[in-house]
């Protein structure tokens, strides 16, 4: 059974930094496409940031050069690495992945960013 577990938000103020990760089991996070996907109030859904098998990443432009997503494939885990939030970054962050034509979310983590 596929299940993903966020963890790591909170509260921070502008400048700081957070860690979430995304604990999975019912499959290897390693032979997969793993997404973290952002949620702020009255916003739609936007991705922030893949991770293919190959270690190909994609990031939004919004978040370049401040998020990092990686994986540790001993816990089989992805994580993302975020330096220097911006209020605009507090958002419900979910980790996601896509496994024989379904979608499978977490159920997301708050971070909150004060200015």
């Known amino acids: 059974q596929v299940k993903l577990v966020e963890s790591g938000g909170g509260l921070v103020q502008a400048g700081g930094s957070l860690k979430l990760s995304c604990a999975a089991s019912?499959?290897?996070?390693?032979?997969?496409?793993m997404k973290w996907y952002r949620q702020a109030p009255g916003e739609q859904r936007e991705l922030v940031a893949s991770?293919?098998?190959?270690?190909?990443?994609i990031y939004a432009d919004s978040v370049k050069g401040r998020f990092t997503i990686s994986r540790d494939n001993s816990k089989n885990t992805m994580y993302l690495q975020m330096n220097s939030l911006k209020p605009e970054d507090t958002a419900i962050y979910y980790c996601?992945?896509?496994?024989?034509?379904?979608?499978?979310w977490g159920q997301g983590t708050q971070v909150t960013v004060s200015s």
């Open positions: 996601n992945t896509f496994i024989s034509a379904r979608d499978y």
């Open positions: 019912g499959f290897i996070v390693r032979i997969r496409t």
């Open positions: 991770l293919t098998s190959d270690s190909s990443t």
